[in-house]
């Protein structure tokens, strides 16, 4: 937030322009103070694309598996493709090349080392998957890492959902009456289903993954649920015990 300004708490948390069940309420659900709290954990991912032999750019986020040696990421095997090795650009703007660990092709998600970026670094910020279910019409905000020339860090999208009444495994985007220049410092803005916000991380109000963005203009799947990437983490886990025994 820019310094010299003092938001209160009441101009501080998104106020949905459509309608909401009571309890979905946002009485508690302070974007800009969930924001602050994730973005560091959020990475811009770039892939190689052959076929137009350029590169292609999506969303990931850091979590962790137990593994001390290096940071983790995850995202969707749709954003990293079928490469081994990925460029990460972290919060602070620092670019790492980042290798496979697993791939689960069945739930479409990856996971992949830092080793420039160690588990206990200061720029490393897993964040805590959670394994529990959604509730209906409960607030989430998906966040996400946006290329754009214009800034040296990933440029942060934000967007409220809603997960739906009928089918929990979406969300449904909502118009927001924040104001952008309460993000501009903070190099974020309301995503729209910008270029490159999948494989984000969707989050509730206690900060904790519940779900990954496949986005589109009007909302965004929970392409996979947190639980799948937690298993996957938990797989992780057991397969380094395994090497080391």
């Known amino acids: 937030m820019s310094a010299g300004k003092d938001y209160t708490e009441e101009s501080r948390k998104l106020e949905p322009s459509g309608s909401l069940s009571s309890e979905s309420k946002p009485t508690n659900f302070d974007a800009l103070a969930i924001l602050r709290d994730v973005s560091p954990g959020v990475v811009k991912i770039r892939t190689p694309n052959d076929a137009q ?42 670019t790492h090349d980042a290798f496979l660990v697993k791939n689960d092709l069945k739930r479409e998600l990856s996971v992949f080392k830092i080793p420039s970026l160690a588990a206990d670094s200061t720029h490393c910020k897993p964040l805590d998957v959670s394994s529990r279910e959604l509730k209906s019409t409960e607030l989430v905000l998906g966040v ?60 509730d109000a206690a900060r904790r993954v519940v779900g990954i963005e496949a986005a589109s203009a009007n909302g965004y799947s929970l392409s996979e649920l947190s639980v799948f990437l937690r298993d996957l983490l938990n797989d992780i886990a057991a397969d380094r015990k395994a090497k080391s025994n």
């Open 53 to 94: 032999g350029d590169w292609s750019v999506g969303t990931g986020f850091m979590v962790s598996s137990g593994d001390k040696s290096a940071c983790e990421i995850a995202s969707l095997t749709h954003v990293t493709g079928n490469n081994e090795k990925i460029q990460v650009t972290t919060n602070n703007g620092q």
């Open 144 to 203: 996400s890492a946006v290329a754009d020339p214009r800034w040296p860090v990933p440029y942060l999208g934000i967007s409220l959902g809603q997960v739906s009444r009928d089918n929990p495994v979406y969300v449904r985007r909502l118009p927001t009456m924040i104001g952008e220049d309460m993000l501009r410092p903070m190099g974020a803005f309301v995503m729209r289903g910008d270029h490159g916000d999948s494989g984000g991380p969707i989050v």
